[in-house]
């Protein structure tokens, strides 16, 4: 076994994972790896996969060797937060999506999703923020629009609320 048969199993299951064929690409995954093919696309579509079949504690970890491959991966960062959402880490989840977001600043699913697990915190201003801020970098942002228009109805502001749950269904 070498890192030839690691690159080549990696691209046998990546035509697996584009396929839906998510068993066989996690089979496959984990062989390349075993094989030596350590780089991070490897563990980021494994992860990818286990998040898929709900392992978020697999997943988790996979997105972490991810990004101990790669320490600006912030696809990884955002898909090892939403893994630690599941799990109801809600501060782990909360730092993931601001590196993310540090690592690419236009990345409007990270902040709408940090705008979630602040709003779940409670903190209904930095979650209207973040929110707002995803659908500044995406205007058509329906999804934004709702979950701000729930943050805004959570903290008192039914206008600000009903303007937002009109944007999102129009």
């Not at 496959?28 to 286990?50: H, P």
């Not at 790669?70 to 993931?96: E, T, V």
């Not at 600043?105 to 973040?130: C, H, M, W």
Request: net charge neutral; proline share 2%; hydrophobic share 35%.
């Amino acid at each position: 076994f070498d890192a030839k048969s690691g690159e080549a199993l990696f691209g046998k299951a990546y035509i697996s994972f584009v396929k839906n064929q998510y068993d066989q690409a996690l089979q496959d995954f984990t062989q390349a790896i075993a094989y030596g093919y350590t780089e991070s696309m490897a563990y980021y579509y494994r992860g990818v996969i286990r998040m898929v079949k709900q392992d978020y504690t697999g997943a988790n970890l996979d997105f972490s060797f991810a990004i101990d491959k790669k320490p600006d991966f912030a696809y990884a960062f955002h898909d090892r937060a939403s893994a630690k959402y599941k799990l109801n880490d809600l501060k782990g989840a909360q730092a993931d999506y601001e590196k993310a977001i540090e690592f690419s600043p236009k990345f409007a699913l990270a902040y709408n999703n940090l705008g979630t697990v602040r709003k779940e915190q409670g903190d209904y201003p930095k979650a209207i923020e973040s929110f707002t801020k995803a659908i500044e970098i995406d205007s058509n942002y329906f999804i934004a629009y709702n979950n701000r228009g729930n943050a805004r109805y959570l903290s008192g502001d039914r206008k600000g609320a009903m303007e937002d749950f009109n944007k999102a269904i129009s």
